[in-house]
């Protein structure tokens, strides 16, 4: 069984950050991708940023130059450090990982965690 747990969320006013951690714990023999994805109400989940095993990092545009993902091997988790949020920013955040836990690779989800930034 792999889980992923999430922490970090809360909220704060705008133009302030937050950071988010997600590790992963259970049967793990490697990690590739790493992400974190939103859904706000009433809209589809969307992609916020991903980090490849190899370190190489995507983000929305709309995200671009206030947030960062970043990750840490040993431990098996990400953070997603948001800065400068605004009250679009308010959604539902999930990490993602591509685990493969013994034989095959599966994506597995977090059970999200809320982020609230009022204007």
């Known amino acids: 069984q792999v889980q992923l747990v999430e922490s970090g969320g809360g909220l704060v006013q705008a133009g302030g950050s937050l950071r988010l951690s997600c590790t992963a714990s259970?049967?793990?023999?490697?990690?590739?991708?790493m992400g974190w994805y939103r859904q706000a109400p009433g809209k589809q989940r969307e992609l916020v940023a991903t980090i490849t095993g190899g370190g190489s990092t995507n983000y929305a545009d709309s995200v671009k130059g206030r947030f960062t993902i970043s990750r840490d091997n040993a431990k098996n988790t990400v953070y997603l450090q948001m800065n400068s949020l605004k009250p679009e920013d308010t959604a539902v955040y999930y990490c993602?990982?591509?685990?493969?836990?013994?034989?095959?690779?599966?994506?597995?989800w977090g059970q999200g965690t809320q982020v609230t930034v009022s204007s």
């Open positions: 993602n990982m591509y685990i493969n836990p013994g034989k095959y690779w599966h994506d597995y």
């Open positions: 259970g049967s793990i023999v490697s990690i590739n991708a």
